[in-house]
């Protein structure tokens, strides 16, 4: 697993979904259009909140998308959380060479969708795939 380490704006934000959410948030990464929050598991029906009113809240005072993730002891069930909304068809992950890599099949017309504009989705994935788990590099197929 990868050090985590926060920016004081990191924390704020993780400050702020906690108080909103009443959940105990343990990580967060944004790129350009969205702000992803790592949950403790068993915590996502709480964190969304009714009707998703704590989303919806969130997005307006952050002026982006938010997603919840919730963190897995199982590195494969914590990828596959990882890539929700998203279906996956396989996942492996592999030791290659002294790294351990997650390859990821998904539909070809999510593929995407998956990596997102200039790879930001897939890159966020990437992230916190290796602050949360043994998993050095997602690779989609």
Do not use: W, Y
Not at 45 to 51: E, K, S, T, V, Y
Request: with cysteine.
């Amino acid at each position: 697993m990868g050090e985590i380490t926060l920016s004081n704006e990191e924390m704020q934000k993780i400050r702020i979904a906690s108080d909103v959410t009443k959940v105990d948030v343990v990580d967060c990464v944004e790129t350009e259009d969205k702000i992803i929050f790592v949950l403790k598991k068993g915590f996502i029906i709480f964190a969304l909140g009714r009707n998703a009113r704590n989303v919806d809240t969130l997005r307006k005072f952050f002026k982006k998308n938010v997603r919840f993730v919730e963190l897995d002891d199982d590195e494969e069930k914590f990828i596959v959380n990882l890539f929700k909304p998203f279906k996956i068809e396989s996942i492996t992950i592999e030791k290659v060479g002294k790294r351990n890599v997650a390859k990821v099949e998904v539909n070809s017309r999510d593929k995407s969708k998956v990596i997102g504009k200039n790879g930001r989705n897939i890159n966020a994935i990437r992230e916190l795939a290796k602050r949360h788990s043994s998993v050095d590099d997602v690779q989609i197929l």
